[in-house]
Nanobody, 121 residues
């Protein structure tokens, strides 16, 4: 098994910035998709930003131009840079990886424990 540990959440004023990090405890042999999801109270979990193995990214319309997803292979870490934050960005943010570990024959889906982001004045 692998653990995904998120960090970087917190309280920020509208217009501010945060950078979320997601560190994996093991390296993947291959990754199909990496991404960040969020879930606000009373709402379904939604995809915020995704990154596929080819490097192509996709973003929810609500965050386009404000959020950037990236990865550092050397650090085995996924990032989400969030700028121009709005109160409606308030949610628990989850890291997600769909990939295959070394010595495993199948791909699996892994989730982090979540990190709270609160945008409020």
């Amino acid at each position: 098994q692998v653990q995904l540990v998120e960090s970087g959440g917190g309280l920020v004023q509208p217009g501010g910035s945060l950078r979320l990090s997601c560190a994996a405890s093991k390296r993947f042999f291959s990754i199909n998709l990496m991404g960040w999801y969020r879930q606000a109270p009373g709402k379904q979990r939604e995809l915020v930003a995704g990154l596929i193995s080819s490097g192509v990214t996709n973003y929810a319309d609500s965050v386009k131009g404000r959020f950037t997803i990236s990865r550092d292979n050397a650090k085995n870490t996924l990032y989400l840079q969030m700028n121009s934050l709005k109160p409606e960005d308030t949610a628990v943010y989850y890291c997600h990886v769909n990939g295959r570990l070394y010595f495993s024959s199948v791909s699996s889906v892994y989730w982090g424990q979540g990190t709270q982001v609160t945008v409020s004045s």
